[in-house]
């Protein structure tokens, strides 16, 4: 019975540090978009906060509630359950600080402990030395205040603006899902690679309240990052105006997705067949439905991503070769003879 006790108490205060977490997220998000540079030390100190509640809960989800416990509180567990179960009741337990948590996952080589050490986060098809040196400014902007009162400085306000929503878009992101990974929280599947199934965005819009949601995206800082990352996730080399929300965010035919575009803004994504714009001379950045275009007359709608304009696409069905051309022009330079004896103009929407 103690057991079970023990089990209980230990999951809830395990569930209620995922809760704090998030919730001081949301408000935090909020708070910064408000506050004045004189009180923006308040959100860095918030932040570090929500760091070390976030890797408590990810500790305990992933190697143990014990894990986070200090040695006297293990110790008494280990000796004393009777003992242990009152402190938990009595909320007198002690568990690690921000730098031994740090150490455990180095020892444990967690993904997590690499990301704090080096700044560097893997994302994809490449990796993001973003945070390098972020987790350590901010100890010890936040120790310096703390612990001797010292205010920032001018230089360190855009800094800690900036590395705050870097914080959030891609370290503590990843966290949560990493977690919701674990719990099972139910997802669409789209990708092999789950970065691409749960991106970002995707994360802090399940996981946010609307409010700091829609304060954190509205930030140029996180468009300007979002757009980095959709370029290298695009199997072309560049990010597009996605048609659903008009940011530069559009992962157009992203790398072994077999034809999937997905917005790393908004979340929109469809699945598409590429080709060449004859109007704009680009390569892969008209999109068109190639499983309907044969019973359609060969000839269908499309749209380049690249000059934003629609075209028309004609696929010869005797040897597939595929030709775009404007709306009210005409194919220029057959491949082959049956390209143009097969062809028959038409209207399309």
Same mark, same amino acid.
């Given at each position: 019975?103690?057991?079970?006790?023990? #089990?209980? $108490?230990?999951?809830? /205060?395990?569930?209620?540090?995922?809760?704090?977490?998030?919730?001081? %997220? =949301?408000? @935090?998000? *909020?708070?910064?978009?408000?506050?004045?540079?004189?009180?923006?030390?308040?959100?860095?100190?918030?932040?570090?906060?929500?760091?070390?509640?976030?890797?408590?809960?990810?500790?305990?989800?992933?190697?143990?509630?014990?894990?986070?416990? #200090?040695? $006297?509180?293990?110790? /008494?567990?280990?000796?004393?359950?009777?003992?242990?179960?009152?402190? %938990? =009741?009595? @909320?007198? *337990?002690?568990?690690?600080?921000?730098?031994?948590?740090?150490?455990?996952?180095?020892?444990?080589?967690?993904?997590?402990?690499?990301?704090?050490?080096?700044?560097?986060?893997?994302?994809?098809?490449?990796?993001?030395?973003?945070?390098?040196?972020?987790?350590?400014?901010?100890?010890?902007?936040?120790?310096?205040?703390?612990?001797?009162?010292?205010?920032?400085?001018?230089?360190?306000?855009?800094?800690?603006?900036?590395?705050?929503?870097?914080?959030?878009?891609?370290?503590?992101?990843?966290?949560?899902?990493?977690?919701?990974?674990?719990?099972?929280?139910?997802?669409?599947?789209?990708?092999?690679?789950?970065?691409?199934?749960?991106?970002?965005?995707?994360?802090?819009?399940?996981?946010?309240?609307?409010?700091?949601?829609?304060?954190?995206?509205?930030?140029?800082?996180?468009?300007?990052?979002?757009?980095?990352?959709?370029?290298?996730?695009?199997?072309?080399?560049?990010?597009?105006?996605?048609?659903?929300?008009?940011?530069?965010?559009?992962?157009?035919?992203?790398?072994?997705?077999?034809?999937?575009?997905?917005?790393?803004?908004?979340?929109?994504?469809?699945?598409?067949?590429?080709?060449?714009?004859?109007?704009?001379?680009?390569?892969?950045?008209?999109?068109?439905?190639?499983?309907?275009?044969?019973?359609?007359?060969?000839?269908?709608?499309?749209?380049?991503?690249?000059?934003?304009?629609?075209?028309?696409?004609?696929?010869?069905?005797?040897?597939?070769?595929?030709?775009?051309?404007?709306?009210?022009?005409?194919?220029?330079?057959?491949?082959?003879?049956?390209?143009?004896?097969?062809?028959?103009?038409?209207?399309?929407?």
């Amino acid at each position: 019975m103690i057991e079970i006790n023990i #089990n209980n $108490k230990e999951n809830e /205060i395990c569930r209620n540090l995922g809760e704090k977490a998030i919730h001081l %997220l =949301n408000k @935090t998000i *909020i708070d910064i978009s408000n506050c004045s540079d004189d009180d923006l030390v308040y959100e860095l100190v918030h932040i570090q906060i929500v760091i070390e509640l976030m890797l408590k809960y990810y500790i305990s989800v992933f190697y143990g509630f014990d894990n986070i416990l #200090n040695k $006297k509180h293990k110790n /008494i567990k280990d000796h004393d359950p009777v003992a242990y179960l009152n402190n %938990l =009741n009595c @909320t007198t *337990i002690h568990t690690l600080g921000y730098m031994e948590l740090v150490v455990f996952l180095e020892e444990k080589k967690d993904f997590f402990g690499y990301v704090v050490k080096d700044g560097v986060i893997p994302f994809y098809v490449a990796e993001y030395d973003y945070l390098h040196d972020t987790f350590r400014k901010f100890q010890d902007i936040r120790n310096n205040y703390v612990h001797l009162g010292i205010d920032l400085g001018i230089i360190e306000h855009k800094w800690i603006r900036d590395e705050y929503y870097e914080v959030v878009l891609v370290f503590l992101s990843s966290i949560m899902r990493k977690i919701d990974e674990r719990n099972g929280i139910d997802r669409l599947i789209l990708f092999d690679n789950n970065d691409l199934d749960d991106t970002p965005v995707d994360v802090l819009k399940r996981c946010l309240t609307n409010a700091a949601f829609n304060s954190i995206r509205s930030k140029s800082y996180i468009i300007d990052r979002l757009v980095e990352i959709a370029e290298d996730a695009s199997d072309m080399m560049g990010s597009y105006k996605c048609r659903g929300c008009s940011e530069e965010t559009l992962v157009l035919n992203i790398l072994d997705s077999e034809g999937i575009s997905k917005c790393f803004y908004c979340g929109d994504f469809f699945q598409a067949a590429y080709t060449h714009c004859a109007i704009c001379n680009s390569t892969g950045t008209v999109t068109f439905d190639d499983l309907n275009i044969g019973c359609n007359g060969n000839v269908m709608s499309g749209y380049c991503y690249e000059c934003e304009t629609r075209v028309k696409v004609y696929k010869c069905p005797i040897c597939g070769n595929i030709y775009t051309y404007s709306r009210d022009g005409v194919i220029e330079g057959y491949i082959d003879d049956c390209c143009l004896e097969s062809f028959l103009d038409r209207d399309v929407s």
